[in-house]
């Protein structure tokens, strides 16, 4: 234990050189600290970090095999040591392969709710978005608050919607619950690959299926991050998720 906590402690101060972490104590107790970071530095302290972690190297290769892995981290960025967690379950293959499914998953619900913040806040004066006694107004994160105030019916039918997907998202790739891979998905599932690609966009050609799905992951990553920064921008601001670049520009 004495050996582990005095690993983290020269990981902490090696992590702390290599941001150039700088501090000017005006009292006891007091001081300020000046941080520099770069996407360089970043990327070394998710390289050492992976290089310290012992993770098997069969469930290593696997994680490098995904898609997803881009520039600007060519290798696998995992300053939280998640791999190494997946690692330390009974089956760190199929963990891993649950964990994607979960992360392709969000990233798509991620992107059609930015892409609908955008949607219905620009478009709210449409006439096809214009309700029986009027139009929902404002921030997007009041619309379905205004829905209800007008007598509609929000969260029954969503909520059905919802459980209508996943219904089958769940019977198409997930083991059965009474076998003993419950809260796994099945072998035959390939992660996110539901069957429904009504436009034919999934390519045949391996090399450029896998380009496309690490294309999907980083804009659903990029998504999930957006998604959660209009939410909080526009419970801090009470206005909606463009009103301030409006404003600027004079529209």
Known sequence: MAASVLSSARCLSGASNTFGLSSNNAGAGAGQTVRRYSVVQVNAIAEKTSA???????VLEYAKSLPGISQPF????????????????????????????????HGR????????FIVQEQLEDFPVFYNIDG???????YHFQQVEA?????WEPLIFVIALCEAYRVGLGWASPRSED???????????NL?????GLL?????AKKDLQTKELNNGRLAMIAIAAFVVQELVSGEEVFAHTFKKLGL
């Open 195 to 199: 069957g429904f690609d009504p436009l």
């Open 150 to 154: 007008r007598g509609a019916v929000f």
């Open 203 to 207: 390519p045949s050609d391996p090399a």
């Open 109 to 116: 619900v991620a992107m059609l709710a930015s892409l609908g």
């Open 135 to 141: 139009h929902i107004t404002g921030p997007a994160i």
């Open 74 to 105: 060519p290798n696998i960025f995992d300053p939280a040591a998640l791999l190494a967690r997946a690692a330390s379950s009974r089956q760190p293959i199929r963990e891993l392969r649950r964990w994607r499914e979960a992360e392709i998953t």
């Open 52 to 58: 310290d972690t012992e993770v098997p190297q069969d």
């Open 182 to 192: 419950f809260n796994f998905l099945r072998e035959d599932y390939e992660p996110g």
